[in-house]
T-cell receptor, first 115, second 115 residues
Framework: DVKVTQSSRYLVKRTGEKVFLECVQD?????MFWYRQDPGLGLRLIYF???????EKGDIPEGYSVSREKKERFSLILESASTNQTSMYLC??????????????FGPGTRLTVL | DQQVKQNSPSLSVQEGRISILNCDYT??????FLWYKKYPAEGPTFLIS?????DKNEDGRFTVFLNKSAKHLSLHIVPSQPGDSAVYFC??????????????FGQGTTLQVKP
């Protein structure tokens, strides 16, 4: 079974803090993704990575950065947290071998609250 | 602009009856469609998919129908069970995202199946 783990289930931070969200997958997947889920907006892609040290912006990258130093680990960084970044953050991975029919496997999510 | 839309935020059905969840899309380049299911405090899990060369795909109680001319797909669950109560996300991809497997998600529909 594919396992995608996220470092925290719940996180509370203060405005202006630097926040790190970690994601690890154990299936040697090429692709990794960060989404945020908000009511009425669904899942919106923040950043994705299709190889180590490679990254591409998704639909809402502003205020975020990412790091992928190792294949299994993809980190999302909030440089200076703001209250509008309070959300559920979901990490996903896919093999990269099935092209556009690849299935994404998700972690359990991190509920981030910025006060 | 939302390229994948789920216009019904919620749906309530009786156990044993049919659940029909709808999804519309605007990008005619989309070639592959997926449904994900999400329970509270868990990440989304893949449910069923359909390629644009088909108009129907069935997997047990779950059937997805695709109407390309109307840019519409639907998920049918028959018979519905209380354990099907979850948020359902529709997603789409196109062959332009060949190696990245990038998906566009809808807003989600919360299904409640009453015993």
């Amino acid at each position: 079974d594919v396992k995608v783990t996220q470092s925290s289930r719940y996180l509370v931070k203060r405005t202006g803090e630097k926040v790190f969200l970690e994601c690890v997958q154990d299936m040697d997947h090429e692709n990794m993704f960060w989404y945020r889920q908000d009511p009425g907006l669904g899942l919106r892609l923040i950043y994705f990575s299709y190889d180590v040290k490679m990254k591409e912006k998704g639909d809402i990258p502003e205020g975020y950065s990412v790091s992928r130093e190792k294949k299994e680990r993809f980190s999302l960084i909030l440089e200076s947290a703001s209250t509008n970044q309070t959300s559920m953050y979901l990490c996903a991975s896919s093999s990269g071998t099935q092209g556009y029919t690849d299935t994404q496997y998700f972690g359990p999510g991190t509920r981030l609250t910025v006060l | 602009d939302q390229q994948v839309k789920q216009n019904s935020p919620s749906l309530s059905v009786q156990e044993g009856r049919i659940s029909i969840l709808n999804c519309d899309y605007t990008n005619s380049m989309f070639d592959y469609f997926l449904w994900y299911k999400k329970y509270p405090a868990e990440g989304p899990t893949f449910l069923i998919s359909i390629s644009s060369i088909k108009d129907k795909n069935e997997d047990g109680r779950f059937t997805v129908f695709l109407n390309k001319s109307a840019k519409h797909l639907s998920l049918h669950i028959v018979p519905s069970q209380p354990g099907d109560s979850a948020v359902y996300f529709c997603a789409a991809s196109d062959d332009g995202s060949s190696n990245t497997g990038k998906l566009i998600f809808g807003q989600g529909t919360t299904l409640q199946v009453k015993p």
